[in-house]
């Protein structure tokens, strides 16, 4: 069964394989090493620098999130949350179920960022030092407009925090550029491995002067780093999760890095982005506004995505639907995890076959 949903992803059999590794005590010295290979390895991604730490945690990528939010931005401090999606709104649900005092610019899902809006509210409410958004944004697929955000963010000395689930390991993050914080993933996306492994990149000295500010034990980000400076975790970690992480990194290094993977998503993704609307499924967004690795397709008039979906399953794929209003009306397709140019092959011939 090859996924077609943006997480969790085909795992190629070298990741799978790492799952079957000898069971692992995570308080000896053995687990310590590999935290810190994969800490390392992380931070090479995108060759952050030493101004950025990894912290990994065991949990999914909203709860990367969650910590980053709660443990990075101090209590009594005021956050901007810029949203055009699922997602983006879950960051203010989680503000607020904190009772984190913040404020929400909004716009419809298939619109691009309010940038003008994000700066009037900047303007108005010299109090608002933190500023939050989705990067991908997989409600629609698309790639927000997070250059202009982050320039922004630099030009007020307003700090960035990213939900960058369903983008790290792909698209372009600029650190100093965007004023950029932190960021927060996971490894079962675009580093193509299993779900349960999460981390926050961000930086050294928000870390360190953290150490009051989550309200939360187990995601306490701070209590986490201090730790992981030598390899260890103040909770049971995802043990052969982090083998296959491990794995998974060391086949992306191997690869080409992430330049090499946006390429491949790229091109994948291209070719359904021809195929679909000739088909009658046209694009939700315009393909130059979307991801690389996720496009968002309008069912054609009389396909229920329900008998789509059956349909593609029995060929041996899976996709995604829409969510919310838009559930009736799209699906997604996403090109992450072990898909070949023949998967791509049967796909297509897959979706004539149905549509």
């Known amino acids: 069964m090859i996924l077609l949903n943006p997480g969790p992803v085909t795992l190629t059999e070298r990741v799978r394989r790492a799952l079957l590794r000898e069971d692992l005590c995570h308080r000896e010295g053995e687990f310590a090493e ?7 390895r992380l ?3 995108y ?4 101004a950025y730490a990894a912290v990994v945690i065991t949990g999914s990528g909203s709860a990367a999130v969650e910590a980053m939010l709660t443990t990075l931005v101090p209590p009594a401090a005021r956050t901007l949350v810029v949203a055009n999606g699922v997602y983006g709104e879950r960051i203010a649900a989680m503000l607020a179920r904190h009772r984190r005092a913040h404020s ?3 716009a419809k899902w298939t619109d691009p960022l309010p940038l003008q809006q994000v700066e009037q509210a900047l303007s108005a409410d010299p109090a608002l030092r933190y500023v939050v958004c989705v990067h991908n944004e997989t409600t629609t697929g698309r790639l927000n407009a997070v250059d202009a955000l982050g320039r922004l963010c630099k030009e007020r000395g307003v700090h960035l925090l990213l939900d960058a689930v369903s983008s790290f390991g792909a698209e372009d993050l600029r650190f100093a550029e965007w004023n950029l914080l932190a960021a927060a993933a996971t490894g079962n996306k675009c580093l193509h491995s299993t779900p349960g492994v999460s981390f ?7 870390l360190e002067s953290a150490a009051d500010h989550a309200d939360t034990v187990v995601l306490d980000l701070a209590r986490h780093f201090r730790e992981q400076r030598q390899g260890w975790s103040p909770f049971t970690q995802s043990v052969h999760g982090f083998f296959a992480l491990q794995e998974a990194l060391r086949e992306m290094e191997e690869g080409g890095g992430r330049a090499a993977r946006r390429e491949r998503y790229a091109a994948l993704s291209a070719r359904l982005r021809e195929a679909l609307p000739r088909l009658g499924a046209a694009c939700l967004i315009p393909p130059a506004e979307s991801a690389s ?4 397709f309008k069912l054609p008039p009389r396909v ?3 008998a789509l979906h059956d349909s593609l399953k029995q060929a041996g794929f899976v996709i995604y639907a829409g969510q919310g209003a838009l559930a009736a009306t799209i699906f997604r397709v996403a090109t992450m995890g072990a898909i070949s140019d023949t998967d791509m092959d049967r796909l297509l011939a897959a979706f004539r076959a149905a549509l």
């Open 47 to 50: 060759a952050s620098g030493s």
């Open 34 to 40: 590999l935290t810190l290979d994969i800490r390392a």
């Open 43 to 45: 931070e090479r991604v």
């Open 304 to 306: 229920r995505y329900d």
């Open 104 to 106: 929400l610019v909004q």
């Open 200 to 206: 926050v990149l961000a930086r050294v000295d928000a």
């Open 293 to 296: 690795m996720l496009t968002a």
